[in-house]
């Protein structure tokens, strides 16, 4: 009976040792979905040379993230990042982080929400635009919005199939979203001096950004794929953000908990049974 008690204790002693360990890990899962929003990085400017991009919370001069080395059609995928402020600081490639940032831009992240901020415009007129992702599309839908980055076609319009994406779409500018049937379409530019086309594809329940952009060869368009599935979060958030690709522990500690109950269990039993076993006299 002694023998019962004392395996019973280590039992419980375990067990109240593996979930104590495992309540902090469990809450700041839940905590690291709580509040959470989304930041791309793009360069969009054809003359302006490579860039370094630093991003800063409020009130903490040590980056949270720097990309290097950003030229212009470079766009980064989303990093989840908690909500707040924070600062989008542009430097010359290679410069030091010591040095003033050409330009810098305040971000407002609201949980549950994305933002891309973007280089645009010529490089006399550089500027970091801060454009809010939408995350919602309607019922079998897809939404499309376009950016103009490309210098040497100034204005252009931009269709989709059938529909008219954008017209008289100026260097440097933004549309709003729009829905679309979901479709293979034909996106193309047709303007003076302009001849671009690609084929994209449209599901319902995502959401698109359209990039013109200078190619080597002429024109081209750019498909982003900013989120697939209504309201969920934006696509690369997860697994491909900046460093997000290392694997991940199961989010429940019950499993580990079970497993070792049973080890436990077994090693007790075990010794019941060597316990109970009559022994053999020489």
Request: hydrophobic share 50%; aromatic share 4%.
């Amino acid at each position: 009976m002694k023998f019962l008690r004392h395996i019973r204790r280590l039992i419980m002693l375990a067990m109240a040792s593996v979930l104590l360990t495992a309540i902090p890990a469990v809450a700041s899962a839940s905590a690291a979905t709580v509040g959470t929003g989304w930041i791309r990085l793009a360069h969009l400017s054809p003359n302006t040379p490579a860039v370094d991009v630093y991003l800063y919370s409020f009130g903490n001069s040590s980056a949270q993230l720097v990309l290097h080395h950003v030229g212009y059609g470079d766009v980064s995928p989303y990093e989840p990042v908690a909500a707040g402020e924070y600062t989008v600081a542009m430097r010359a490639a290679g410069a030091s982080a010591a040095t003033k940032p050409v330009l810098s831009a305040s971000v407002n992240v609201v949980a549950g929400d994305a933002y891309t901020v973007a280089g645009l415009g010529p490089e006399s007129g550089l500027r970091l635009q801060v454009l809010d992702d939408d995350l919602r599309t309607p019922s079998g839908k897809a939404l499309v919005r376009v950016i103009q980055a490309s210098l040497r076609q100034h204005v252009v319009t931009v269709k989709c199939g059938g529909q008219v994406l954008a017209t008289s779409l100026a260097f440097g500018a933004v549309t709003s979203y729009q829905a679309v049937s979901p479709a293979t379409a034909k996106v193309s530019i047709a303007d003076a001096g302009a001849d671009a086309s690609s084929s994209v594809t449209l599901t319902a329940g995502t959401v698109h950004t359209l990039v013109v952009l200078d190619g080597t060869n002429g024109v081209q368009i750019d498909n982003l794929l900013d989120a697939a599935g209504s309201g969920t979060a934006p696509a690369g958030a997860a697994a491909t953000g900046f460093g997000g690709t290392a694997p991940r522990g199961p989010s429940s500690p019950l499993p580990w908990i079970a497993l070792i109950a049973a080890g436990l269990l077994a090693v007790a039993a075990g010794g019941l049974r060597l316990r109970s076993a009559p022994r053999l006299r020489a």
